[in-house]
């Protein structure tokens, strides 16, 4: 069972994320039916720590046993829902991984379906990342300042969907 609910007109998740980095591009996310990027991942099971499940995440979307590195971001996002959950504010907490690199760019990516949609991995370069719809929007200036400590993040994106 996830690590969600919906609730007095609002959704919470708690999700776990990999920032996948190799040859400059970092590896995201699109399914066919959002027009926008997203970061591999998915929610945190019941029971599951935040690191098994970014290692699960990426296995099942990428099919790629990639191994952490370390964690470096918190990222507490609140949100409008959009489709069929146009109406609630969303609130999510997602803890962001460092994947360790494997030197190379290939994936066992046969294009992942998840609730009916086909979702596809996509390689985009780092410093051309502001040509790119993607979410979390920080990760067009926080990739570019990666440190040793981990940084909690607070974005208030309401409108985002608007």
């Known amino acids: 069972m996830d690590c969600s609910f919906t609730a007095d007109k609002g959704y919470f998740r708690y999700r776990s994320a990999a920032i996948i980095v190799e040859n400059n591009s970092i590896l995201m996310a699109k399914n066919d039916v959002d027009d926008y990027y997203y970061s591999v991942g998915g929610a945190v099971k019941l029971h599951e720590s935040a690191e098994e499940a970014v ?40 803890i962001y991984f460092l994947m360790k690199p494997k030197g190379d760019q290939i994936l066992n990516d046969t294009g992942y379906v998840y609730d009916g949609v086909r979702e596809r991995m996509f390689w985009l370069p780092i410093d051309r990342l502001d040509e790119y719809k993607l979410y979390p929007l920080f990760f067009k200036e926080e990739l570019f300042n990666i440190t040793n400590s981990i940084k909690h993040i607070k974005t208030e994106e309401y409108n985002r969907f608007e």
Do not use: P, Q
């Open 55 to 94: 290692v699960r995440e990426v296995f099942e979307e990428t099919g790629v046993k990639y191994e952490i590195d370390r964690a470096l971001f918190i990222h507490e996002n609140f949100f409008k829902g959009f489709n069929s959950d146009a109406d609630l504010k969303c609130h999510e907490i997602a």
